[in-house]
T-cell receptor, first 114, second 113 residues
């Protein structure tokens, strides 16, 4: 079984709808991240969380919110989706005990906003 | 702030050709440097890393050397295979509590048989 899972894997929605993307991990890591990937732009950090009570904005948090329901679960919400939020979204985890920040990625959620 | 610049793709090579993907960075202090690989339909996975100047990271025949004097971390492989076709991302992180990764834009590699 995969260590980092994301649901759904694909989603098509309409402008103005509320969408939630979910991430679960079995690695026991305390740190979790949400990124979006756009062609030619690499990955950009949306939000990150270092533990259940710690949530931080990343580079491009506007239009997004997150919830860390438990150490193993980190959800990303789009309160009112817009077409320029069409992208590939990745969840990642890392271990604070690691001497460097290796991150482990889920398989991604492809979101299309019409 | 931190930034990573990668050579633009796509890169298309024949099997057994030599590969170089250039990566340069801007960061204060002494970042750790990484190459991640994304195979079709999958998430990113760590390919190799280097945590201090002059370190050489290596894995699966790929190598990259942390060059502080040129702020570079170029990825090389002597003989590519069709199975190496993927998108390659250079990334860095600084130490401290944040340890956020900053990614380059990615380079698409296609290896033809």
């Amino acid at each position: 079984d995969a260590d980092v899972t994301q649901t759904p894997r694909n989603r098509i929605t309409k402008t103005g709808k509320r969408i939630m993307l979910e991430c679960s991990q079995t690695k026991g890591h305390d740190r979790m991240y949400w990124y979006r990937q756009d062609p030619g732009l690499g990955l950009r950090l949306i939000y990150y969380s270092f533990d259940v009570k710690d949530i931080n904005k990343g580079e491009i948090s506007d239009g997004y919110s997150v919830s860390r329901q438990a150490q193993a679960k980190f959800s990303l919400s789009l309160e009112s989706a817009i077409p320029n939020q069409t992208a590939l979204y990745f969840c990642a985890t890392s271990d604070q005990e690691a001497s460097y920040n290796e991150q482990f990625f889920g398989p991604g959620t492809r979101l299309t906003v019409l | 702030g931190n930034s990573v610049t990668q050579m633009e793709g796509p890169v298309t090579l024949s099997e057994e050709a030599f590969l170089t993907i250039n990566c340069t960075y801007t960061a204060t202090g002494y970042p750790s440097l990484f190459w991640y690989v994304q195979y079709p339909g999958e998430g990113l996975q760590l390919l190799l890393k280097a945590t201090k100047a002059d370190d050489k990271g290596s894995n699966k025949g790929f190598e990259a050397t942390y060059r502080k004097e040129t702020t570079s971390f170029h990825l090389e492989k002597g003989s590519v295979q069709v199975s190496d076709s993927a998108v390659y991302f250079c990334a860095l992180t600084r130490g401290g509590s944040a340890r956020q990764l900053t990614f380059g834009s990615g380079t698409q590699l296609t290896v033809l048989p």
